[in-house]
């Protein structure tokens, strides 16, 4: 069943407020959370444990799919039959090669996802033969990832002052510059990235028993995966539950010469989840969550009116599978 984010009761204040906390510093300790926050030790320890334990929120990693060897994602727009379309949306979801699937308001059977490309042939034959297995789903157009600016993974509420988030960043595990583009994942890779998956928060001592290795390579195992940005740690929330339950997918048409001026400059907007650059008629997909409608208009006109480069605009109101933004379920070759 799809979302329905009128229904969602919004987090208080202070939960939003670790919510936000962790999407910058998903593995930062309670203790560190509370006196960033201004806020007592138990107290946050015990919002945050509700948080968890309700499924509020979630902590997990994700490879970084290029490095990895994962390959390239491509987002597809889809029209179903509406006879089927819950059936559909359902299978999409499961699929190990759909990193996630949102249906769009206002158009009847129309989807968008997310497919992981394990081959470029599997490219040239979406438009024609459609995806593997869903015979009954015709592909409208496809968008190759070329560049991310933001990824979901990167996106916070914005809720704390630029100290606080100032703060968090600073005990964050720096990348290395010269890492390579591409990283050979060793066995023990694979299972502290399986661990992470499954629980981002996960104690050095409880992975270090996991693993039958030192607490302290434990953590330099974490370290190093992160120094090399093959995975990504990040904090999962329905943006409903911050008080944004608007989301929106803005496909704009700019000029090359204002690709990575407009890129960027979306990237920066809080109202932004994700930006990439991506091939197409429409070279740019930008993912908005706001508070509401008039939210969204202001959007618009303030943030994509100040611009210059954007040649045409669509925008298509979305409403997203749980759970939100599910890691690759697929380990890299």
């Given at each position: 069943?799809?979302?329905?984010?009128?229904?969602?009761?919004?987090?208080?204040?202070l939960?939003?407020?670790?919510?936000?906390?962790?999407?910058?510093?998903?593995?930062?300790?309670?203790?560190?959370?509370?006196?960033?926050?201004?806020?007592?030790?138990?107290?946050v320890?015990?919002?945050?444990?509700?948080?968890l334990?309700?499924?509020?929120?979630?902590?997990?990693?994700?490879?970084?799919?290029?490095?990895?060897?994962?390959?390239?994602?491509?987002r597809?727009?889809?029209?179903?039959?509406?006879?089927?379309?819950?059936?559909?949306?359902?299978?999409?979801?499961?699929?190990?090669?759909?990193?996630?699937?949102?249906?769009?308001?206002?158009?009847?059977?129309?989807?968008?996802?997310?497919?992981?490309?394990?081959?470029?042939?599997?490219?040239?034959?979406?438009?024609?033969?459609?995806?593997?297995?869903?015979?009954?789903?015709?592909?409208?157009?496809?968008?190759?990832?070329?560049?991310?600016?933001?990824?979901?993974?990167?996106?916070?509420?914005?809720?704390?002052?630029?100290?606080?988030?100032?703060?968090?960043?600073?005990?964050?595990?720096?990348?290395?510059?010269?890492?390579?583009?591409?990283?050979?994942?060793?066995?023990?890779?694979?299972?502290?990235?399986?661990?992470?998956m499954?629980?981002?928060?996960?104690?050095?001592?409880?992975?270090?028993?996991?693993?039958?290795?030192?607490?302290?390579?434990?953590?330099?195992?974490?370290?190093?995966?992160?120094?090399?940005?093959?995975l990504?740690?990040?904090?999962?929330?329905?943006p409903?539950?911050?008080?944004?339950?608007?989301?929106?997918?803005?496909?704009?048409?700019?000029?090359?010469?204002?690709?990575?001026?407009?890129?960027?400059?979306?990237?920066?907007?809080?109202?932004?989840?994700?930006?990439?650059?991506?091939?197409?008629?429409?070279?740019?997909?930008?993912?908005?969550?706001?508070?509401?409608?008039?939210s969204?208009?202001?959007?618009?006109?303030?943030?994509?009116?100040?611009?210059?480069?954007?040649?045409?605009?669509?925008?298509?109101?979305?409403?997203?599978?749980?759970?939100?933004?599910?890691?690759?379920?697929?380990?890299?070759?």
């Open positions: 069943m799809l979302n329905d984010s009128d229904a969602t009761e919004v987090l208080s204040g939960d939003q407020r670790i919510v936000a906390a962790l999407q910058i510093s998903p593995r930062a300790g309670v203790a560190e959370v509370g006196r960033i926050l201004g806020e007592h030790e138990r107290s320890s015990r919002h945050l444990q509700r948080l334990d309700t499924g509020a929120v979630r902590c997990t990693a994700e490879y970084d799919r290029l490095r990895c060897g994962l390959g390239p994602t491509v597809l727009r889809l029209k179903a039959p509406t006879s089927c379309l819950k059936s559909i949306v359902q299978e999409l979801a499961n699929r190990p090669d759909v990193l996630n699937v949102a249906a769009v308001g206002g158009a009847v059977g129309h989807l968008w996802c997310e497919l992981l490309l394990e081959s470029h042939r599997l490219l040239y034959s979406l438009t024609t033969d459609g995806i593997p297995g869903l015979p009954e789903i015709d592909v409208r157009s496809s968008h190759v990832t070329l560049r991310p600016f933001l990824t979901e993974a990167e996106w916070h509420a914005p809720v704390l002052t630029e100290e606080e988030e100032k703060r968090l960043r600073a005990s964050l595990v720096k990348p290395l510059p010269d890492s390579a583009h591409r990283y050979e994942l060793t066995p023990t890779d694979l299972r502290v990235a399986d661990a992470l499954k629980n981002g928060r996960i104690s050095l001592t409880d992975l270090g028993s996991g693993l039958g290795v030192s607490t302290a390579t434990a953590g330099r195992r974490v370290t190093a995966l992160l120094e090399r940005r093959v990504h740690l990040r904090t999962v929330v329905d409903a539950l911050l008080g944004r339950p608007v989301q929106a997918r803005v496909r704009l048409k700019v000029h090359p010469a204002g690709l990575e001026e407009v890129g960027s400059a979306l990237a920066a907007s809080p109202a932004v989840r994700s930006c990439v650059a991506v091939t197409g008629r429409h070279n740019l997909l930008a993912d908005v969550c706001v508070e509401h409608e008039t969204l208009y202001s959007f618009v006109v303030d943030t994509l009116g100040a611009l210059p480069h954007i040649l045409a605009y669509d925008t298509d109101i979305i409403r997203r599978l749980p759970p939100d933004g599910p890691a690759p379920r697929t380990a890299p070759r």
